[in-house]
């Protein structure tokens, strides 16, 4: 495992008024759902279109949730599919220039980070958090460089491969180094196991478990040193009919609620920063149809599209005494800002010097005049081997699905379900938008700009 280095990597990190005060480390949990559309729980009651007599789904451990904390309406994922936009969370780098681009495999497994790669995890181990991933990784196997405990988590249990991870029924699941042989599942096939639940093992519940397990443990035997971790859920993913993803938005609701409730008993929860988030757009996939729920609402397109529907996502956090209850923001962020952000809210004072993310932390405590605000933000996909990407510029947003295709330009605050392509009208916006994307965009052997690789299995 590589350690953290304080030299020629780091820059020091201001926001002083934020900073003065948080005068405790928190406990740091970041939830990440799986293929969750901006419109698919309750806390986001997105109008439903004429005609649509699909009632939305109850999440009320979320309403609750929210009501309790600070819910963004303008925040981002890193990308529309798994892996990079799990890549921009952990290292503060958009996929212009981060190492994993797209969901390409490498070896049998996902394309992995890479030595130089930085992450959330490392920055807070670096001042003392324990770390830990529960879950699904998707960022490197076991013998290559992406493997979560290289770079900076002290503990994983979970599935580190992405196409093993949404099989909901897997044969091993790995602790550390270590696979776990699950024979309950040697011979389970989801019809089996969703029928005669007590013959399989759910990942879904192992994990929960073990997320919940470790809190109790690291808050009774080390109650003096924080703990960041990244509880990364694999519902309520692509691959079932309509009642199947009702039942995967309800359970993770039940589980997210019965997480708050342990941080509570456990009288941590005044002291922990919890971070609910999606990592990327509603699935249409599997059988099922992102129209039938309104999971996108009225956002345009779903997961694998560089429009709104596909990296727009729910985001909301809650931290005690620190953030305003039940209040609401259109900030625009991004997963880039999730590493510089609890880095801030733990006390780290360096930062690596080459992330694209901004700490919203004075956002959070409601210190807007302090807060910084990005130029742009950037986003680039393959998609049926031609390389797209999008910027989004205050209110205004640009989009090209390849390198062959014209940019379409969209005025989100008056269009935002991007119906109206405005780029014939503001040609001078649109060029100074692609100055902007040209900046952002840092060329990769691995994902090259022509005829690039795209998983359809993720």
Not at 421 to 448: C, E, G, M, W
Request: net charge neutral; proline share 6%; aromatic share 12%.
């Amino acid at each position: 495992m590589h350690e953290v280095s304080l030299y020629g990597i780091f820059i020091i990190m201001i926001h002083v008024a934020s900073i003065t005060k948080i005068q405790q480390r928190p406990n740091i949990i970041m939830v990440l759902a799986d293929d969750l559309g901006y419109c698919e729980v309750e806390p986001y009651p997105c109008r439903v279109p004429q005609g649509h007599n699909q009632p939305p789904i109850s999440t009320p451990n979320l309403v609750r949730f929210a009501a309790e904390g600070l819910k963004f309406t303008n925040s981002y994922a890193g990308a529309p599919v798994c892996a990079p936009s799990r890549c921009t969370l952990m290292t503060g780098k958009h996929s212009g220039h981060a190492t994993v681009r797209s969901n390409k495999g490498f070896n049998g497994g996902d394309w992995p980070l890479q030595p130089n790669d930085i992450t959330a995890a490392d920055v807070l181990k670096s001042v003392g958090y324990y770390t830990a991933i529960v879950g699904k990784w998707g960022l490197g196997d076991l013998g290559t460089t992406g493997w979560m405990r290289k770079h900076g988590f002290d503990y994983f249990y979970g599935i580190s491969n992405q196409a093993q991870a949404h099989n909901y029924y897997p044969n091993f699941v790995m602790e550390n180094e270590i696979q776990i042989p699950l024979p309950l599942n040697q011979d389970a096939s989801r019809i089996k196991c969703m029928s005669r639940p007590s013959t399989c093992n759910y990942s879904h519940d192992l994990f929960t478990n073990q997320a919940f397990e470790l809190i109790k443990n690291r808050t009774r035997d080390h109650p003096g040193q924080p703990f960041f971790l990244y509880l990364a859920w694999t519902l309520p993913h692509a691959g079932g009919w309509r009642g199947f993803v009702q039942a995967n938005l309800s359970y993770l609701d039940r589980d997210f609620g019965r997480l708050m409730t342990l941080l509570l008993e456990l009288e941590i929860d005044h002291n922990t920063l919890v971070w609910f988030a999606s990592d990327n757009g509603a699935h249409n996939e599997g059988g099922h149809s992102y129209t039938f729920f309104n999971s996108s609402g009225p956002l345009r397109g779903y997961k694998r599209s560089l429009y709104e529907g596909g990296i727009r996502t729910p985001q909301i956090i809650r931290w005690p005494n620190m953030i305003s209850p039940n209040t609401q923001t259109n900030f625009i962020t991004t997963f880039a800002d999730f590493l510089p952000t609890v880095a801030e809210s733990g006390g780290v004072q360096l930062l690596p010097r080459d992330i694209d993310g901004i700490s919203i932390v004075p956002t959070l405590l409601n210190n807007s005049f302090v807060q910084h605000v990005h130029n742009y933000i950037y986003f680039e996909f393959c998609t049926n081997h031609e390389w797209g990407n999008a910027v989004r510029y205050k209110q205004w947003k640009q989009v090209r699905f390849s390198v062959n295709k014209p940019y379409q330009l969209f005025d989100l605050d008056n269009d935002i379900g991007e119906k109206y392509d405005l780029s014939l009208q503001y040609p001078k916006l649109v060029n100074q938008l692609v100055i902007f994307a040209k900046r952002a965009h840092t060329n990769s052997i691995p994902f090259p700009i022509q005829n690039c690789v795209e998983s359809i299995l993720h």
